[in-house]
């Protein structure tokens, strides 16, 4: 599984939430930890220099580690954090498909500033009594900077 520190990149939004009109998940990150069964987790390393694959084959570190937590500097913005599940390191394929966690791993759900009102009534009903915090993204009036509304909804 692959997630971003930030939720304010408009370039994630553009991408990855359909120009602006998806949500994001933020999470606790100790609770999801305890949650899930990982082989390993950690920050990705940006880096212009490719992987020596032939390094590390001969001392005690992990070439496929590095494989994993490696990407080009120009993937930088996206400040990645992966999670590596147990039965994909036991090439188990059917059983990480789905990334299973509980309710309470979730610290908020944020919507795209984007959003149609359907997309917010729809989250709203399947959140419903849960303590799950629902936010939207907003645009700086002053430029194109996004952040977190302050506004619950």
């Not at 305890?34 to 940006?46: A, H, Q, R």
């Not at 490719?50 to 080009?72: C, H, Q, V, W």
């Not at 194109?144 to 509304?149: E, P, R």
């Amino acid at each position: 599984c692959c997630f971003s520190q930030t939720a304010t990149n408009s370039l994630l939004w553009s991408h990855y939430s359909n120009s602006h009109t998806g949500f994001c998940l933020r999470f606790k990150k100790d609770v999801l930890l305890n949650d899930l069964s990982l082989f390993d987790y950690g920050e990705v390393k940006y880096t212009n220099e490719p992987i020596n694959l032939m390094e590390g084959l001969y001392d005690n570190s992990n070439p496929a580690r590095n494989i994993i937590f490696t990407k080009d500097e120009n993937w930088r913005y996206e400040q990645e954090f992966r999670l590596v599940h147990q039965d994909v390191a036991r090439n188990n394929e059917d059983d990480y498909r789905v990334c299973k966690y509980s309710d309470e791993s979730i610290d908020c759900i944020i919507l795209g500033y984007n959003s149609s009102p359907e997309c917010y009534q729809e989250i709203r009903k399947i959140i419903n009594d849960k303590k799950i915090i629902l936010k939207k993204i907003e645009r700086s009036n002053y430029g194109f900077k996004l952040y977190v509304g302050t506004d619950r909804y």
